[in-house]
């Protein structure tokens, strides 16, 4: 079945240091993929998304690219800041039957980064 | 503001009782979803809903409950059923299709 494994955490961080927070996908046809951020208490907040092999989603100077041939979609981030302390969560939009769209996400298990002043 | 209200933010339950966890949405989104995250775990499907009067098991349905009554409302029970309920839930919706899923702010659920 479709799967999404995303890198073990925590990451920690100085501020102003490069992120790569590293996602792989396994999926039939061509899902829609996301990254989605959660500050502590909170519910999950759409980041970043690609639609399709190439995009780039691009959001608050976070950058992921929709690669088919690896099956990857890393966050990236050139300077990170404190304020950016949060668990990442990378997404795909499951395909039903005949390759539509169900509207299920299949999360990873969630990367924690702490960025250190 | 358009979005997701979930509410209680906190609920605690008593062993072998039921308890409704509230969603509510004012985006006129067609699809709601109820997901379940543990500690280290990623967000588990527990059930959705495409349109009004109808829903589905997600890969974690047992022990819980849905009705989709409105559009704008998909509430969750935890049923006695449920044997290990404590845990973050959270709401969303979308409109459907590919696109983004919009999340309410979560309840956290204890066991007394």
């Known amino acids: 079945g479709d799967s999404v494994t995303q890198m073990e955490g925590p990451v920690t961080l100085s501020e102003e240091a490069f992120l790569t927070i590293n996602c792989t996908y396994t999926a039939t046809g061509y899902p829609s993929l996301f990254w989605y951020v959660q500050y502590p208490g909170e519910g999950l907040q759409l980041l970043l998304k690609a639609t399709k092999a190439d995009d780039k989603g691009s959001n608050k100077g976070f950058e992921a690219t929709y690669r088919k041939e690896t099956t990857s979609f890393h966050l990236e981030k050139g300077s990170v800041q404190v304020s950016d302390s949060a668990v990442y969560f990378c997404?795909?939009?499951?395909?039903?039957?005949?390759?539509?769209?169900?509207?299920?996400?299949?999360f990873g298990t969630g990367t924690l980064l702490a960025v250190q002043p | 503001d358009g979005g997701i209200t979930q509410s209680p933010k906190y609920l605690f339950r008593k062993e072998g009782q039921n308890v409704t966890l509230s969603c509510e949405q004012n985006l006129n989104h067609d699809a709601m979803y109820w997901y379940r995250q543990d500690p280290g775990q990623g967000l588990r499907l527990i059930y959705y809903s495409q349109i009004v009067n109808d829903f589905q098991k997600g890969d974690i349905a047992e022990g819980y409950s849905v009705s989709r009554e409105k559009k704008e409302s998909f509430p969750l029970t935890v049923t006695s059923a449920q044997k290990n309920p404590t845990a973050f839930y959270l709401c969303?919706?979308?409109?459907?299709?590919?696109?983004?899923?919009?999340f309410g702010d979560g309840t956290r659920l204890s066991i007394l």
């Open positions: 969303a919706s979308s409109i459907g299709g590919y696109q983004p899923q919009h």
């Open positions: 997404a795909l939009s499951a395909l039903g039957n005949y390759g539509g769209a169900t509207n299920k996400l299949i």
